[in-house]
């Protein structure tokens, strides 16, 4: 017991360590009532794009479709328990030689591949399971308009917030086709949603030749 404490305060495993007792400490909060699960999904504002680069960043790398907390927590989670495994099996390397400096930083870049891969195999599972109606949303909001909230939106990242009829708003996974790329605060056209990713296609939008051709 007394091994495995030394190797969660080691190098590289104390990186992920405090990232651990930061999410136990934020899902304790949820249980509590004090906090809302999908807190950074919704804390981008139209004046804000923490969340939407959180979100952007994930959904680029595959880990999109779930609840941004859901898919960080997962792949600190997993990160730690690689590098701890990693850390026991070559002992602590404070105050060691350069070769065991150089296993554990090793360790450290192994503890990040392989949490991704296996928070995208949970993330990919975690989408089928989701509500029906929340699956079924994508079809419903083909047609509307939504607004940019990340630095860029392209065929490889991006988020932007699309309003509701009660007033509401959220934050969705939105890529470009080709070449063509918006910039914050640029509004899109979306016309067409890929359930498998859970990212929508989006297109350039111009209202003011929209109105023109209704007239």
């Known amino acids: 017991m007394r091994g495995l404490l030394e190797a969660s305060l080691s ?5 992920f360590s405090v990232l651990l007792l930061v999410v136990a400490g934020y899902w304790l909060f949820v249980i509590l009532g004090a906090v809302e699960a999908d807190v950074l999904d919704g804390a981008a504002g139209p004046d804000s794009r923490s969340a939407g680069g959180f979100g952007g960043a994930l959904g680029a790398v595959g880990l999109g479709g779930v609840p ?7 792949l600190i989670a997993v990160a730690w328990f ?8 070559i002992g602590s390397p404070a105050g060691s ?4 400096i150089a296993l554990a930083l090793v360790i450290l870049v192994a503890a990040v591949i392989i949490a991704w ?4 195999a949970i ?5 089928r399971l989701l509500p029906a109606e929340r699956r079924s949303r994508g079809a419903d909001v083909v047609g509307r308009t939504c607004v940019v909230r990340t630095g860029r939106v392209d065929s490889a990242f991006g988020q932007a917030e699309i309003s509701g009829g009660d007033g509401s708003s959220s934050l969705i996974e939105v890529r470009t086709i080709g070449e063509e790329r918006l ?3 640029s509004t899109a056209l979306i016309f067409d949603y890929d359930s498998e990713s859970g990212v929508y296609r989006v297109t350039p939008f111009d209202s003011a030749s929209d109105h023109g051709s209704s007239a």
């Open 82 to 89: 690689v590098s701890l495994v990693g850390t026991v099996l």
């Open 123 to 127: 993330v990919m599972g975690l989408r």
């Open 68 to 74: 941004v907390t859901v898919a960080l927590s997962l």
């Open 97 to 100: 030689s350069p070769l065991m």
């Open 183 to 185: 910039s914050a605060g």
């Open 117 to 120: 891969g296996v928070t995208s």
């Open 11 to 15: 190098f590289p495993t104390v990186l």
